[in-house]
Structure formats: C-alpha cells, structure tokens
C-alpha cells in the first residue's frame, strides 16, 4: 500500500489535489474530517474557530500526532494499493506515518502565496472558511497550524508542488504525480484532420479502435486529440485480424522508457481495421502513444500483444495480477 499525503497552509490547494484523486479512483482520507466529526461530536458549531479549538484539545490529550493515529484505521479500511492522505498538519504527524508505514509514506508538499490564498477563502464555501474575513485572520490560521509543526513538515516533503497559476494546470500537474504511483495504462491519439477531410469521419474513424475515448477538436491546428484508459476495443481487433506479432514488433520499435508510439492508417480505422504505417504517410496516420504507469512495459507489451504461434497467443496474461 502507498500512502500519498498532500501537506500545505490553508487554502493551499490540498482539497483540490484530493478531487483530482477521487476523480482518478483513488481513495481519500480527509485528516480533517477528523476534526470536524470531533466538532460535531461535541454538539459545537462547525467554524474555523471550534475547529481550531478542537484540533488543539486533541493534539494536546493524545500527541500532536493524534489526527494521524485516528487515520491510520481509515486508511487501511480503504484496502487499496494507493490511499490519498488530504491535510498533513504537523511534523509529529509525518513522524507517525512514516513509523507505521516506512518507505510507503509519500508526503507532497502544495505551496502558495498568502495573497492567492485568502482570494481562494473569499471564493469557498466550506463553512470553516467563512470566518477568514481579512489577510490577517488567514495570517493567525496560518500561525496556528505553523505553531503544530506544519514548516517543518512542508520541508520534509519528497516532492513539492507550486499552485499559482489556474486551477486546471495545478490539477493538471496532480493528475501526472498521482499517476506515477497508480497502476494504469492509457491510449493519448493525436490525428490531423486534412482540409478534404471531414472531422465526424475522421472522428469516428478513431471511435472504431477506442469507443470511450473523448476527443477534441482543435480548430487552429486542424487536429483532433484525445486519451482512454480503456484499450479492451483495440486489443480485440488486433486478435480478431491475427495481427499480433506484427502489433508486437510496431510497439518494440516505438518503445521508451514508459511509452511507446506506433502509426495507424487512418482509412483502415474507418472500417474498424488497423493497419500500421509509417509517421510520414500521405494521409496522415492516427498517432497512439500508449503509456503505462506502476507496472512495467514489458508486461503492458506481453498483455496487448502476446507472442504467439501459427497466429495464436502461446499464454494471455492477467495484467493488473502480481504474477511476473
């Protein structure tokens, strides 16, 4: 199990990183969920103030560590390869995860200016965060979570991230963290659509070989890109139309590191045949890159395209299996 555990001052971007999680299919475990069940526990108004006063109670009845001990069970109860932990707080709680979990505890650090933070609290609507009315108020939240060791965490953070600009190229940058700890496989396609070409055709031309795949059209550059991580369509056809060792060989000679880019004749793909070719064809060929995260590519290469004999695989394999 790898535990991934975003730290970072309020309105960091800490909720945000975790969305991307959930919309990726990783579980999250919110630390301060914690403290807002204590809130509530205690009959008390859910406001940053309470919360405060709570969190503090705790770490002083139980450690400093205690938030991270209450989730520790939540964590393992997700029972899943790769956890999201939202809301480091404290040295002490860094300490506490990477004693019960070692090497598996993964801690990231999210930072952001004082400014683009309290614009952030002006815009949310989580209750707790209603109460931030000036720079200051956010100033006294930060001391507050700084006086439980939250610098000290921040520096002891494996990677660090910068949340500045716009919120899609900060999710944009979680997306390919998290993918480098998950297991998975993608297809991203990249296919010129020629002035004489329709661009429904040329859609659907791709819709053949990857069916869920959501492609968009841009204009300026006539091209239509796209990525899925369903490849089940493709791997059929290629087993349908006996093409495997030929597939096979396509895929070595575009492999590197965790990808490999092969060319598909765009006419083929209208009737649901693929046909390799060559990246300078007339036409302009339907480019794949297929990339894989967490498992190695020579296992992604022997699942798509096994060896076989007289054009029959010698042995399928289970990709997502521990079996080598």
């Known amino acids: 199990?790898?535990?991934?555990?975003?730290?970072?001052?309020?309105?960091?971007?800490?909720?945000t990183a975790s969305s991307v999680a959930r919309e990726m299919g990783i579980p999250v475990v919110v630390m301060g969920d914690v403290v807002r069940e204590e809130v509530k526990r205690k009959g008390l108004p859910l406001t940053d103030e309470n919360a405060g006063k709570v969190a503090s109670e705790l770490r002083e009845k139980e450690g400093m560590d205690a938030v991270a001990k209450r989730c520790i069970p939540k964590i393992r109860e997700a029972n899943s390869d790769v956890v999201v932990v939202d809301g480091v707080r404290g040295i002490a709680e860094v300490e506490r995860f990477k004693k019960v979990f070692g090497d598996d505890f993964v801690l990231i650090s999210i930072e952001c200016p004082l400014e683009i933070r309290y614009e952030r609290a002006k815009k949310r609507q989580r209750e707790d965060d209603k109460s931030i009315k000036s720079v200051e108020e956010l100033k006294r939240r930060d001391e507050r979570e700084i006086a439980w060791g939250m610098l000290e965490a921040m520096n002891k953070a494996n990677l660090t991230v910068e949340n500045t600009t716009d919120i899609d190229d900060f999710r944009e940058k979680i997306k390919e963290i998290l993918k480098t700890f998950t297991k998975r496989v993608e297809a991203e396609v990249e296919v010129k659509v020629n002035p004489t070409e329709d661009v429904e055709k040329v859609k659907k031309a791709?819709?053949?070989?990857?069916?869920?795949?959501?492609?968009?059209?841009?204009?300026?550059?006539?091209?239509?890109?796209?990525?899925?991580?369903?490849?089940?369509?493709?791997?059929?056809?290629?087993?349908?139309?006996?093409?495997?060792?030929?597939?096979?060989?396509?895929?070595?000679?575009?492999?590197?590191?965790?990808?490999?880019t092969v060319f598909i004749n765009k006419q083929a793909a209208t009737?649901?045949?693929?046909?390799?070719?060559e990246e300078n064809a007339v036409l302009s060929p339907i480019v794949v890159t297929f990339r894989v995260y967490g498992i190695p590519f020579e296992r992604f290469i022997d699942w798509l395209t096994p060896e076989t004999v007289n054009g029959k695989p010698v042995k399928e394999i289970d990709l997502w299996s521990e079996e080598v």
């Open 271 to 277: 009737v649901s045949r693929i046909n390799f070719t």
């Open 206 to 260: 791709v819709e053949n070989l990857f069916p869920d795949i959501e492609l968009k059209y841009d204009e300026d550059r006539g091209v239509l890109t796209g990525k899925t991580e369903k490849l089940e369509k493709f791997r059929e056809l290629l087993r349908r139309q006996r093409i495997l060792d030929t597939a096979r060989t396509e895929l070595r000679r575009g492999w590197r590191g965790n990808e490999s």
């Open 1 to 15: 199990m790898k535990i991934i555990a975003f730290v970072g001052l309020p309105l960091s971007g800490k909720s």
